[in-house]
């Protein structure tokens, strides 16, 4: 029975990382990863069936972090209808995106731009989708505690959720600080609410 190590195991990730945002999944080569990681390249399929198992372990915590944070912030239990805050979004919820962002801009940036021949090569389209499903819950919840909204067409609510990954991919791709991003966030959230509550009439 092979052992193995939690340094070489550590040590592939850390070189395929930076193989992938240089070349993105497609051209990484595994025989360079294995180079750059001092592991025969024979001894590299011990530890990951192959390039796109690495390449997942990269890069799903990322994804798995934003749905699930897009989920929550849109659950019935963190939304209260009845005491909305200014622009729509408390300010933690901001500074946790921020920070989201921050400790996966890399992981984001390959996800959206360098993820073409893996199996997450879809991340936008399901990034989108998942934005997409959301809205509409949120929607049937806003009614739920509001009858009186109007409806917001399905397709305006795609459009918009494809716009949001959009503004993610500008803010992974730009060299922003935290306090631009903070400000962006801040125009935006103010410019959002202003058109969704007079879409909604709420």
Same mark, same amino acid.
């Not at 025989?31 to 997942?56: H, M, T």
């Not at 390959?110 to 993820?115: A, F, N, P, R």
């Not at 109007?150 to 992974?172: C, K, Q, R, T, Y």
């Not at 801040?186 to 509550?197: A, D, L, N």
């Given at each position: 029975?092979?052992?193995?190590? /939690? *340094?070489?195991?550590?040590?592939?990730?850390?070189? =395929?990382?930076? *193989?992938?945002?240089?070349?993105?999944?497609?051209?990484?080569?595994? !025989?360079?990863?294995?180079?750059?990681?001092?592991?025969?390249? $024979?001894?590299?399929?011990?530890?990951?069936?192959?390039? /796109?198992?690495?390449?997942?372990?990269?890069?799903? #915590?990322?994804? &798995?972090?934003?749905?699930?944070?897009? +989920?929550?912030?849109?659950?019935?239990?963190?939304?209260?209808?009845?005491?909305?805050?200014?622009?729509?979004?408390?300010?933690?919820?901001?500074?946790?995106?921020?920070?989201?962002?921050?400790?996966?801009?890399?992981?984001?940036?390959?996800?959206?731009?360098? @993820?073409?021949? &893996? @199996?997450?090569?879809? %991340?936008?389209?399901?990034? +989108? /989708?998942?934005?997409?499903?959301? &809205?509409? /819950?949120?929607?049937?919840? *806003?009614?739920?505690?509001?009858?009186? +909204?109007?409806?917001?067409? #399905?397709?305006?609510?795609? =459009?918009? $959720?494809?716009?949001?990954? &959009?503004?993610?991919?500008?803010?992974?791709?730009? *060299?922003?600080?935290?306090?631009?991003? !903070?400000?962006? %966030?801040?125009?935006?959230?103010?410019? @959002? %609410?202003?058109?969704?509550?007079?879409?909604?009439?709420?």
């Amino acid at each position: 029975m092979k052992v193995l190590k /939690d *340094e070489i195991y550590e040590s592939i990730l850390s070189v =395929a990382r930076q *193989e992938f945002l240089c070349k993105g999944y497609k051209e990484a080569s595994m !025989r360079n990863i294995a180079q750059n990681a001092n592991v025969g390249l $024979s001894n590299i399929y011990n530890y990951f069936k192959n390039k /796109d198992e690495i390449y997942k372990t990269v890069v799903n #915590p990322a994804k &798995s972090r934003i749905f699930n944070f897009i +989920t929550q912030q849109h659950s019935e239990e963190n939304i209260k209808f009845n005491q909305i805050p200014p622009y729509g979004h408390n300010e933690d919820v901001i500074e946790y995106y921020i920070d989201l962002i921050e400790k996966h801009k890399e992981e984001y940036r390959l996800l959206l731009y360098c @993820s073409e021949g &893996s @199996s997450v090569c879809n %991340f936008r389209d399901e990034l +989108t /989708d998942h934005m997409t499903n959301v &809205s509409y /819950d949120y929607m049937a919840l *806003e009614k739920k505690h509001n009858p009186q +909204t109007n409806d917001i067409s #399905p397709f305006f609510i795609h =459009a918009v $959720s494809s716009w949001m990954v &959009s503004i993610l991919g500008e803010i992974v791709t730009h *060299e922003l600080d935290r306090q631009k991003i !903070r400000e962006f %966030f801040r125009e935006y959230f103010r410019f @959002s %609410f202003v058109g969704w509550r007079e879409l909604m009439q709420t």
